[in-house]
Nanobody
Framework: QVHVVESGGGLVQAGGSLRLSCAAS????????MGWYRQAPGKQRELVAQ???????NYADSVKGRFTISRDNVNNAMYLQMNSLKPEDTAVYYC?????????????????WGQGTQVTVSS
């Protein structure tokens, strides 16, 4: 139905930058919300940044001013530009996409996660 793939993670020194990409594919009829989440070892998954269904953007307080979320509606893609990275940003970053997909003459909701991409920031 709908598949989501993240890319762009890696190892970077503190103060450096990375750009994550998220690509959604399949029988997508609409994308209503998209977001980036992260999960560090031993911690719960948390919201990093998102486009809400109402069209607004939200950022976690810990990344405001450093991270920027953007999207490409034509290609069903989303990006996360991460600047001034800190060791505490180290985590697996996940992309989440919510919307409707087509199935014959019907439409169904989907809420799909990618497999995650590792971001490691060394001090």
């Amino acid at each position: 139905q709908v598949h989501v793939v993240e890319s762009g993670g890696g190892l970077v020194q503190a103060g450096g930058s990375l750009r994550l990409s998220c690509a959604a594919s399949g029988n997508i009829f609409s994308i209503n919300a998209m977001g980036w989440y992260r999960q560090a070892p031993g911690k719960q998954r948390e919201l990093v940044a998102q486009f809400t269904s109402g069209g607004s953007t939200n950022y976690a307080d810990s990344v405001k001013g450093r991270f920027t979320i953007s999207r490409d509606n034509v290609n069903n893609a989303m990006y996360l530009q991460m600047n001034s990275l800190k060791p505490e940003d180290t985590a697996v970053y996940y992309c989440n996409v919510i919307g409707y997909y087509s199935r014959g003459s019907f439409y169904r909701t989907y809420d799909t996660w990618g497999q995650g991409t590792q971001v490691t920031v060394s001090s």
